[in-house]
């Protein structure tokens, strides 16, 4: 609250008040006394002397001198000056007057010119601290009524361009907030899907953990592995002798039909981390109620890693390796594992190797291109590649009720390990070499790495499909679908339970397709 004095021959004075509310009274001064009064609502009223003022009491009384004006007490009321109880006092500029043991306090000030001057930031600043300074009242009710006449005073007394220059910068803040509020509602969605896929990589894991070879299983296949075998090897027997020209073909094309093995896991793209096991003091992985194991992208567990077995063939003409996309890329046909990619983590293969039929070393492998429209993919030798005959491409357009072939690793380590024999077995049990990876190179180096044939009828060929029921199983995909004469007319990618264990391939033209788009990339490049 302003109070203005002026005359014609003195500086304009005010009172700003610090408390008791903003509304201001401008009186001119004639070389009169003016008496300062206290309203019922603790605002004052400055009218000139002997002059009264409806509904208030008379609390001081001010005098012109020596270019400014004395302040006196009137009557009972006490009257504090910059903190001082005092009868009369000159007044200088930056004084602060508390008119009565409850009144409202006010601030002095000599001004310049001949209008009521506006405020600056730094003033209203200074009077605030002024106030809780030399207020008499307690601490708290003291900061709540300074900050109250504060803004109150920014909002009244200074300028309108700083005014809209604080409603400018208000109205930034607050949509910088609000644009701070959506970005951190975004990040928690996105670490709450962190979370969740994470646990599902957990449950992943716990299941390729549950499938994994174990002494049991080894036990288990040695008590079952006459049946198996003997079922495995007529099953051979009566295609082989069903047709002379198929055996010569299925002979002829096992040195070019490899084993796939590969593990992958994830990494943290802005840190270069696994995810890691978290475990315990018996350097076990710690396990959720659920049974899955519990990940972590910090600490020093093993690197949590999901392995996986496939098929894979190399064509005679370039010596690429064909296989199937959700082979080349296994975590995108992963259910579980399908909504990690862009988010912070991103899949990366730890091992990918192939294994080929009558040779004994691991042969390091990686993608060169996988189709966007269909389930195929080919691969390449990352070292040397190996001297292999490798398969023709069919030239004869595959119909309904052709036969084929096909060849692979259905249920991979498990039907070697079958062929293999008891002795085999128990040799690597009583070894303890039952990890994924010493099982597949025992197998090697006993050359009984050897792909599985079946024999089928083709029901159906589509543009995107064929249909047909030879016998394989999941570590199958990715294998051959070959005619009579060992010419290759698809790739053998899933199976069909439900419909009497028919099986599904990519036509060849598919595979043609992506091998043109190789060629013409390799020529793009070239020039």
């Known amino acids: 609250m302003d109070e203005q004095l002026q005359n014609a021959t003195e500086p304009v004075a005010t009172f700003d008040h610090l408390t008791g509310g903003d509304e201001g009274v401008q009186a001119t001064l004639h070389g009169e006394t003016l008496d300062v009064y206290l309203r019922a609502n603790k605002r004052i009223h400055i009218a000139p002397a002997r002059s009264g003022s409806e509904g208030g009491q008379e609390i001081a009384r001010l005098h012109l001198a020596a270019g400014s004006y004395e302040i006196e007490a009137r009557g009972d009321h006490p009257l504090w000056v910059n903190g001082k109880l005092v009868s009369s006092h000159l007044l200088q500029s930056a004084d602060v007057i508390e008119f009565g043991d409850s009144?409202?306090?006010?601030?002095?000030?000599?001004?310049?010119?001949?209008e009521k001057p506006r405020k600056v930031v730094s003033e209203i600043l200074s009077d605030a601290v002024a106030y809780l300074r030399t207020s008499r009242q307690p601490?708290?009710?003291r900061i709540c009524r300074a900050l109250i006449s504060m803004f109150r005073r920014f909002a009244g007394q200074t300028t309108v361009l700083f005014r809209v220059g604080v409603i400018a910068a208000l109205t930034s803040l607050g949509l910088l907030l609000y644009q701070q509020y959506k970005i951190n509602v975004m990040l928690?969605?996105?670490?709450?899907?962190?979370?969740?896929?994470?646990?599902?990589?957990a449950e992943s894991l716990a299941q390729a953990r549950e499938q994994a070879l174990t002494p049991q299983d080894l036990n288990t296949l040695r008590d079952r592995i006459d049946e198996t075998l003997t079922a495995n090897t007529g099953r051979l027997e009566v295609l082989e002798k069903s047709r002379k020209a198929s055996a010569r073909a299925i002979a002829a094309a096992i040195p070019s039909v490899m084993f796939l093995q590969g593990s992958y896991a994830f990494r943290e793209t802005s840190t270069g981390r696994f995810l890691r096991y978290i475990v315990g003091p018996n350097g076990k992985p710690v396990v959720d109620a659920r049974g899955n194991p519990r990940l972590t992208l910090d600490g020093e567990g093993t690197i949590a890693e999901k392995r996986y077995t496939g098929t894979g063939f190399v064509l005679a003409e370039?010596?690429?390796?064909?296989?199937?996309?959700?082979?080349?890329l296994p975590w995108e046909s992963d259910a579980n594992l399908g909504a990690f990619g862009g988010r912070g983590l991103q899949p990366e293969f730890t091992r990918f190797v192939a294994y080929m039929p009558g040779r004994v070393e691991a042969l390091p492998v990686e993608l060169v291109r996988a189709s966007d429209d269909a389930d195929v993919a080919v691969l390449k030798f990352t070292g040397a590649s190996p001297e292999v005959a490798g398969l023709e491409l069919s030239s004869i357009k595959l119909t309904s009720g052709d036969n084929v072939i096909v060849m692979g690793y259905p249920t991979g380590l498990r039907a070697m390990l079958a062929?293999?024999?008891?002795?085999?077995?128990m040799k690597i049990r009583e070894a303890g070499e039952t990890n994924f990876w010493k099982v597949a190179e025992r197998l090697s180096e006993s050359s009984f790495i050897q792909p599985l044939a079946s024999q089928g009828i083709v029901a159906k060929v589509t543009a995107a499909t064929i249909v047909y029921d030879a016998d394989t199983a999941k570590g199958g995909s990715g294998g051959p679908v070959m005619d009579s004469n060992g010419r290759v007319v698809g790739v053998n990618a899933a199976i069909l339970p439900e419909y009497g264990g028919s099986n599904i391939g990519v036509p060849l033209?598919?595979?043609?397709?992506?091998?043109?788009?190789?060629?013409?990339g390799k020529t793009a490049s070239a020039g």
Do not use: W, Y
């Open 188 to 201: 928690q969605s996105d670490l709450a899907r962190e979370r969740a896929n994470i646990e599902k990589f």
């Open 509 to 520: 033209e598919k595979l043609q397709q992506l091998l043109q788009l190789i060629e013409a």
């Open 318 to 328: 370039g010596g690429r390796i064909v296989t199937n996309r959700h082979v080349a």
């Open 139 to 141: 601490v708290f009710t």
């Open 419 to 425: 062929q293999a024999g008891k002795a085999f077995v």
């Open 103 to 114: 009144g409202p306090m006010s601030q002095f000030c000599l001004c310049g010119g001949e």
